[in-house]
């Protein structure tokens, strides 16, 4: 099978090209801007005459037209990964998840590519505090440009699969962990200890409590879902069966690190900034049901990946 | 109050302007593209000094700021009138519905202007058929561009509000009929009828139905829910409690018209294109309950919105 991931330099996308690659049938294009993809992620597959960079943009529908001609599928993982950002500059997420993905259908439309994977997130749902939102929940009131622009995404997807006769398989991710990240609390949580080994500054109150899945069960998820289900448009919820709050976490990195006698200062709130969203919860009986379960918990995927995150060799962006 | 109404010079916009400047505590900036809109229906406000017509775009994102300033509310109702373009002209409500929407956004929260009312539709529901659809309905899977940016829209005034401390009020409503409607089904039947008297083109089996509110029930809804929720984001379905066909909304045409034997020739399968919804219904407790409901049913407001555009001279635009 011909693969395009966008994003595909970038933490999950990377992850997933080196599990597509794995089998002898697939040939992978990656597509990635490098803005937060990194070369060092990829590299081990330059000399593999299956695999195919593509350093381009997918606001430049023109290079996505060229790039995307005789592929079997697209897995869409490119984003932005720097969600607050759009507090300052609101149209990124706009740029970033719409734009970028209306290009991409619009260059499958014209090449006749017909399967679609894309990574949504928990932002869709809104802030609905404790409630256990299934894929059917309703109203989406989404509260960050974030969250709303995964929607709207997820929304041209959808029309594109009815419009034009292809298939998607959207996934909303509890938030994704892994040796690769290059953002969130785990990653900066390291950054700011080695920083300075007596004191870890938190946003918000510590009690924010999500789920985190790593990012081995998400592509497990994919696999799962786009070998058992062939609807028109198939939306899952992937996440752990527990939660962790962000005190918990600081306190495993901590552990994991080997530090003694951290003093915790919090910024206080409920929220780390203004479009957060403290508590997740997911309602996970469709993926259940299915036959799918994460392997790992969110306290056991945060373990690993700050365990992952230490011992690996780091590159520049990452310190 | 000072009101800023994009799409001012379409249908729907031009009569809410009538409506505002019919209280002279109104001022009134029609800002529209002229691109369906027209000066026919808002030239009778050009002596009054509390209008103000801009002719820009909303795609020019600096116009948009210049003229925001000073306004304190907005009626964003400027769309692309034709759902159906969408099948060749794949971005084109992306850029008519979304990218004109973030601007008129980023434009308010520059300018300090903090509420906006929003003219969505039911293609957010996507095809469900007899369902009756209530706000909180999901999964919501849409089968247009049309309906995918409604609700790509509805998403992003949805995380300005939540960021930026607005507050909005989205309409889904059923089809609008009235006077100065410059598509829709009703439409298109009196000009084929004026072009032919012996036959009547019908696209799909006819059997299509749908609610379909007149503008003034639509202008009814939009005064009776700003002035009585006050949420963040306030999310009704507005539409009559009865529902209508294609064929029967011929034959109010062809009675209205005082035709005989005329012949209908269908085009045959359940929809009119490919992203058309054959079936729509509205589930309609929380506008009821909040006190509201629409004067005139379906069919009544077809029987009157033909026989208004019947009477109507028309303009170049319309014939």
């Not at 590519?113 to 989404?142: H, Q, R």
């Not at 700011?192 to 007596?198: I, T």
């Not at 946003?203 to 609807?231: E, M, P, R, W």
Request: neutral net charge; aromatic residues 10%.
């Amino acid at each position: 099978m011909k693969c395009f991931v966008t994003g595909g330099a970038g933490f999950i996308g990377s992850t997933m090209v080196d599990k597509l690659l794995e089998n002898s049938n697939n040939q992978v294009t990656v597509f990635d801007n490098f803005c937060s993809g990194q070369e060092e992620f990829i590299k081990h597959h330059f000399s593999d005459k299956r695999f195919n960079l593509i350093k381009g943009d997918l606001l430049n529908a023109e290079i996505v037209k060229k790039s995307m001609v005789g592929h079997d599928l697209v897995f869409h993982f490119a984003a932005n990964p720097d969600i607050a950002k759009a507090m300052t500059q609101t149209d990124i997420d706009l740029k970033l998840g719409v734009d970028a993905t209306y290009n991409l259908l619009e260059a499958m439309r014209l090449s006749g590519v017909n399967k679609i994977v894309f990574s949504s997130g928990s932002g869709v749902y809104g802030n609905v505090g404790l409630v256990e939102t299934a894929e059917d929940f309703g109203p989406l009131i989404p509260v960050s440009m974030y969250g709303a622009c995964k929607l709207a995404a997820e929304s041209i997807i959808s029309a594109f699969c009815h419009m034009f006769d292809m298939k998607s398989w959207i996934f909303r991710f509890a938030n994704v962990v892994g040796t690769r990240q290059t953002h969130g609390v785990g990653f900066d949580f390291i950054k700011k200890l080695r920083a300075d080994k007596s004191k870890l500054f938190i946003l918000g109150d510590g009690k924010q409590s999500k789920s985190y899945i790593h990012v081995s069960d998400v592509l497990g998820a994919i696999d799962f879902a786009i070998n058992n289900t062939n609807s028109t448009v198939n939306i899952f919820n992937a996440a752990t069966d527990d939660y962790i709050s962000v005190r918990e976490i600081a306190d495993i990195v901590i552990d994991v690190m080997g530090l003694k006698s951290v003093k915790y200062e919090y910024s206080g709130g409920d929220k780390g900034w203004k479009g957060d969203i403290p508590v997740v919860r997911f309602n996970l009986n469709k993926i259940h049901k299915l036959g799918w379960r994460a392997k790992l918990s969110s306290h056991e995927a945060i373990r690993q990946s700050i365990t992952e995150m230490l011992s690996l060799k780091l590159t520049k962006k990452q310190t």
